[in-house]
């Protein structure tokens, strides 16, 4: 076997880090699958629930629709996980993967189900905890963190990049710090490409990573979350405040569509749980 080349290995360190997410989020699947047995159990509902299920079906396939997912990878990553969740709570799975299922089901199906909110925390607790995903995301190469963060950010700033506003970064060194993961990048406008750089920082903004998940997922405006100094900026005062002026007022009609509804549910699931593990210390509950 000729030897792995650097880059090819870089790669494979970072695709072992997404399995390792794969395989934590498939845990955190089954742990709130035997809750939700435990939930059916204690208010006399069947286990199985096959208009759930076709309902969590067609939820995966528009999802996947909309960030370009193969419709066949979706359906056999849910298909796997809706086995497994009823093989944990001692169901056969359902072999014809709900294509019998009728119109009545999925109806049934989208019916609201009103759940108190402290179950509703109690059930966000069970997923992992955020410095598991911390050691995850550090484990990820730098280099490897510099080239999504990029991607991340072309994509996110197209409009004001392609409209010039991004100009007062040609040259100048700004930093983003997200304190609870204990990661740190420092960006800057080469020509027209943003790219994350090694270079100290002369202005930084700084926050934890659900705060600036609500920013980018547009949950939370710029100036509160400045306000109430959940982001800060230290450095160079003039390169701060252009950048913080900028956050302002990102055109976030212009984010596509897909992007914006994953940043979305990406941070309503991350302060749904950030208020559940608080509310769970302060109860003294186990986190
Ligand atoms: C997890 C549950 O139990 C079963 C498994 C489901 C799933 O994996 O999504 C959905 C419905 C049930 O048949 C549930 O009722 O929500």
Partial sequence: MPAEPPALARV???????????????????????????????????????????????????????????????RRAIALAIDDACRVQGLTPDLDQGREAGATRIIAATMHNTISSETHARVLRLLPPPARW???????????????????????????????????????????????????????????????????????????????????????????LFFQRRLVLTGDTELGLTARNLLERLPWEQVPLGLRIALNRGARLAQAARDAHREGAGNGASA
């Fill in 12 to 74: 494979r360190h970072a695709i072992d880090r997404v399995d390792d997410a794969l395989l934590l989020l498939l845990a955190a699947r089954l742990r709130l699958a035997r809750r939700a047995a435990q939930c059916k159990r204690s208010a006399g509902l069947p286990l199985r629930d096959p208009a759930r299920e076709a309902r969590v079906r067609a939820r995966a396939d528009a999802f996947a629709g909309r960030i370009g997912l193969p419709a066949a990878t979706a």
């Fill in 134 to 224: 911390a050691t995850l995301l550090r484990a990820c190469p730098p280099a490897l963190q510099r080239q999504l963060l990029e991607r991340a950010m072309t994509r996110v700033l197209a409009a004001p990049l392609a409209s010039g506003a991004l100009a007062f970064l040609q040259g100048r060194y700004l930093g983003i710090e997200v304190t609870d993961l204990a990661l740190r990048w420092v960006v800057t406008l080469d020509g027209e490409r943003l790219r994350a750089v090694e270079q100290p920082a002369q202005a930084c903004v700084r926050g934890t990573a659900t705060d600036l998940l609500l920013l980018a997922g547009r949950l939370e405006d710029a100036d509160t």
